[in-house]
């Protein structure tokens, strides 16, 4: 009888949890970047990526502070703030997309395409990214990896280091999206 009355009691909260909120936030996400070049890999990586996600329209945005990419060497940071992305100029890269064919109740893992326009150095150009998408209870993890052209954006790399620096970039990245609450 008691566990009865506990179900009872309990099935109105789980039902108002998931009515709770459309929208959800990473406030500390993932993103790091890697340049295989045969003089010298180049990595970095940034923990301070906002996201919102929003399943019932299958909206993502991202947000990246250029600035809070922390590479190996200081020599490289300074460098890829000043004369490659611009940072004081372009202080962000941002991300607007949609999740193709995204089911939003199904718990688990899934894989899926997310469409959209990333902008770069004030350049926006549409990208697809493959992702895999993870629903637990209270929250979605999203995680995948990409590769874009530098000539993309009008990144230019000074001659006497073309060898250096590789064309094409892997990035990679993580977010971990819990409700968010205004």
Do not use: W
Not at 5 to 20: A, E
Not at 105 to 124: A, H, V, Y
Not at 148 to 168: C, E, G, H, M, S
């Amino acid at each position: 009888m008691n566990r009865q009355l506990c179900l009872l009691l309990l099935i109105p909260l789980l039902l108002g949890f998931s009515k709770k909120g459309d929208k959800y936030i990473s406030r500390n996400g993932n993103v790091t970047f890697f340049s295989y070049a045969s003089a010298e890999n180049i990595k970095a990586a940034n923990n301070q990526v906002l996201s919102l996600l929003e399943p019932k329209t299958d909206k993502i945005a991202i947000s990246i502070l250029m600035r809070a990419f922390e590479f190996e060497k200081s020599l490289m940071q300074e460098h890829f703030n000043d004369s490659y992305i611009e940072s004081e100029q372009f202080p962000k890269a941002t991300f607007e997309g949609t999740i193709l064919n995204f089911d939003k109740d199904f718990s688990g893992t899934q894989t899926k395409i997310i469409k959209g326009d990333f902008t770069l150095r004030g350049i926006t150009k549409p990208v697809k990214i493959k992702a895999d998408i993870t629903k637990t209870f209270n929250s979605y993890l999203i995680s995948g990896e990409t590769e874009l052209n530098i000539k993309d954006y009008k990144i230019k790399v000074p001659q006497i280091l073309a060898n250096r620096i590789a064309q094409t970039v892997k990035i990679s990245f993580n977010f971990k999206y819990k409700h968010y609450e205004k």
